[in-house]
């Protein structure tokens, strides 16, 4: 009898882990199309600082003397 009920508990156990790992595995499976779009508006906003760095005008510093009469 007490094999029996380690077999049970055991089985039991496997069950659990079973149902966990599918839960994790369908949660990521959830998340890799969020995780998808998130990467592309990374890359779309440093495109973007890219393209407002390169098209804003340069603003020329101050002399850091003044000049000789």
Do not use: S
């Not at 049970?8 to 790992?21: D, F, P, S, V």
């Not at 890359?43 to 760095?53: C, G, I, N, V």
Request: proline share 3%.
């Amino acid at each position: 009898m007490y094999d029996y009920e380690l077999h049970q508990l055991r089985t039991a156990e496997l069950a659990a882990q079973a149902a966990r790992h599918g839960l994790v595995r369908e949660a990521l499976k959830a998340a890799k199309p969020r995780r998808r779009a998130l990467r592309a508006l990374g890359r779309e906003a440093a495109e973007a600082r890219l393209t407002a760095r390169r098209t804003e005008p340069t603003t020329r510093r101050a002399d850091r003397y003044t000049r000789a009469a």
